[in-house]
Nanobody, 123 residues
């Protein structure tokens, strides 16, 4: 089980940007595919973005393509989510998670989640 801690959320106006970070405590960070997910009030958790273990492949939900970018720093055991041109519908708690299986990541098939970080976008 990889321990993950999300940070970087906050309150931002529509059109603004935020960068989320997720630090992982594992010596085998390079073995994992990582993903970002979000849960808006009253809704289920949804997939946002994922990145391959090597960092050369990325995957995005249609709703964030062209606005969000996922990246990772293997030296810092950290995955990032750069969010640009934010809209009120992006308001949610954002979570990261990791697995050796890409299918697990893109389907958000995890049994446990961290605390997440709140992102609020005002109109």
């Amino acid at each position: 089980q990889v321990q993950l801690v999300e940070s970087g959320g906050g309150l931002v106006q529509a059109g603004g940007s935020l960068r989320l970070a997720c630090a992982a405590s594992t010596p085998t960070f390079n073995d994992f595919r990582l993903g970002w997910f979000r849960q808006a009030p009253g809704k289920g958790r949804e997939f946002v973005a994922a990145i391959s273990w090597s960092g050369d492949r990325t995957y995005y939900a249609e709703s964030v393509k062209g606005r969000f970018a996922i990246s990772k720093d293997n030296g810092k055991n950290t995955v990032y989510l750069q969010m640009n041109n934010l809209a009120p519908e992006d308001t949610a708690v954002y979570y990261c998670n990791a697995d050796r299986s890409l299918l697990t990541v893109v389907t958000a098939d995890f049994s446990s989640w961290g605390q997440g970080t709140q992102v609020t976008v005002s109109s």
